[in-house]
């Protein structure tokens, strides 16, 4: 059994007879994968800091599954450690790659989710105990009644006023702007139906669902509460999309899409938390007071066919600016796109390509092919950090020479070991951490070769999260120049 030290009480709390196999670590938990005889579990543990987040995990995870509406991993047992802390158990679950009828399926699941009685008696907007979104404390009280005034209320100081609250110092144009919204929203949520309080999951990104190998949609680390169905349906289309028949499958099971206006005003909440999480550079991205622009006017009543050409006009135009984007999610549908520009422009010219990164990472192997792309073509890129870039986007940003990586001022980067889980047989368990192990030192490898540092000195600088800002990137060898416009990248 192999216990780290920072959580001294893990085999105490869990009981005897259990093999650990530890699978990594993130921002605030250490997770493993717990076996004994047949059953496999996969364990959360983290010091007092972080135990809050893991019983909020499973209070939202125990109230998704009593709906009988969407697969969800079941709660095991969530126990405290000695001297503060908490352990998490849940189902261990084996995913697969998601066929062609998985985002029907997914639709569907949703919208009865969405459907389902409020699990709030009486029914009512916010939750009964606050949690997290992400790693920010996520306020869901007062209850509000379920009328267009109590969503009002709700959205306007649990959501967005909290996020203000929480923006660090020196936003005082962002806040203002954010009180803009906030005094604004009924006319900006006149639109379209009243909101009613629904179950939502609150963080439903790419990253926060899967499908199992009989091909049953999955979702998890929730931060839920009663809500208006339109914000889990913004947060789906924020960073990334639904996945193919998803929002068909939905409307056909009787749910509503948002407009585009209040898809925009309910990804604001999470753009905000963005900004607190990981900084300024997702207030530039995002500032509230562009949105605030963009959300004072009505939707154009033109018919939906025109969105086809104004798509088609910014595609041309980034085509002949030979610019390519990455924004969001790495996965395999954002693998095949962006290789796709590549190539075409690659094809048209041995001119420069500008290639735009604000990513999490994501799919480990996307970003490999992505980065190997950029290896495989003539035509040489230039690698622009803005935002974040974080774990597998770092990968694919050292693919260009460091003369041609730079960065805007406010981006941060990311670099840590790979993390995962397996089930099955022990030899199964044994041969997957073996590939973990390898694509650690692959990544450690490249980080090294690419920044002129010691493999060693990598090696243990990638064993847990390392936040780097612009200015500690370029001392580190991930960045060569901070560029603040793109007349910049020509010097």
């Known amino acids: 059994m192999e216990v780290i030290e920072s959580q001294p009480g893990l085999a105490t709390v869990l009981g005897d007879g259990w093999e650990l196999v530890p699978l990594g670590a993130s921002g605030f938990c250490d997770t493993w994968q717990a076996r004994r005889g047949r059953l496999i579990l996969f364990v959360k543990s983290a010091g007092e800091a972080g135990a809050g987040m893991l019983r909020a995990e499973a209070d939202g995870l125990r109230a998704l599954a009593a709906t009988g509406c969407i697969r969800v991993p079941a709660v095991d047992s969530l126990r405290d ?31 009865a989710l969405h459907a389902h009685p409020s699990p709030l008696e009486p029914p009512s907007f916010g939750w009964r105990v606050d949690n997290y979104i992400g790693a920010t404390p996520q306020r869901n009280a007062p209850l509000q009644p379920p009328s267009h005034a109590g969503w009002l209320a709700f959205y306007g100081r649990c959501r967005l006023g909290c996020m203000r609250d929480r923006l660090p110092t020196g936003s005082a144009r962002l806040r203002d702007a954010v009180d803009a919204v ?15 309080p629904a179950l939502i999951h609150g963080d439903l990104w790419q990253g ?17 509460s009663c809500a208006d169905p339109h914000a889990e349906l913004a947060m789906m289309e924020l960073f990334g999309s639904p996945p193919e028949g998803f929002r068909e499958a939905y409307l056909e099971a009787g749910g509503s899409w948002p407009s585009p206006r209040r898809l925009a005003l309910y990804q604001l909440y999470h753009l905000l ?24 006017h009505p939707d154009p009543e033109t018919p939906a066919a025109t969105a086809e050409p104004r798509n088609a006009f910014l595609e041309e135009k980034a085509f002949k600016s030979r610019t390519v984007l990455l924004f969001g999610a790495i996965s395999d549908q954002s693998a095949s796109d962006i290789a796709r520009r590549l190539i075409a422009l690659d094809a048209d010219s041995a001119a420069p390509i500008d290639m735009l990164v604000s990513s999490p990472g994501g799919h480990l192997e996307s970003g490999d092919a992505i980065h190997d792309i950029i290896r495989f073509i003539t035509a040489p890129v230039n690698m622009i950090g803005t935002g974040w870039v974080g774990s597998a986007a770092t990968h694919l940003y050292l693919s260009v020479p460091k003369e041609r990586r730079f960065c805007t001022p406010n981006t941060r980067f990311l670099i840590h070991q790979p993390s995962g889980g397996a089930g099955g047989p022990a030899s199964d368990i044994a041969i997957h951490a073996q590939e973990i192990i390898k694509a650690r030192e692959r990544i450690a490898r490249t980080i090294s070769r690419e920044t002129g540092r010691s493999l060693e000195g990598v090696l243990e600088d990638i064993e847990r999260d390392r936040w780097l800002s612009a200015e500690e990137a370029i001392e580190y060898g991930l960045v060569g120049r901070i560029i603040s416009n793109k007349s910049e990248l020509k010097k």
């Open 182 to 196: 906030i005094d604004k929203l009924p006319a900006l949520l006149a639109d379209g139906p009243m909101p009613r």
């Open 81 to 111: 450690l000695p001297g503060g802390g908490a352990v998490l158990a849940i189902e261990w679950l084996d995913f697969a790659r998601p066929d062609a009828g998985f985002g029907r399926r997914f639709g569907h699941a949703l919208a």
């Open 208 to 224: 926060n669902w899967d499908m199992l190998g009989d091909g049953t949609p999955v979702i998890f680390d929730p931060a839920v």
């Open 273 to 296: 938390n963005h900004a607190i999480l990981f900084g300024a550079g997702y207030t530039g991205r995002s500032p509230a007071c562009g949105m605030m622009a963009s959300m004072e």
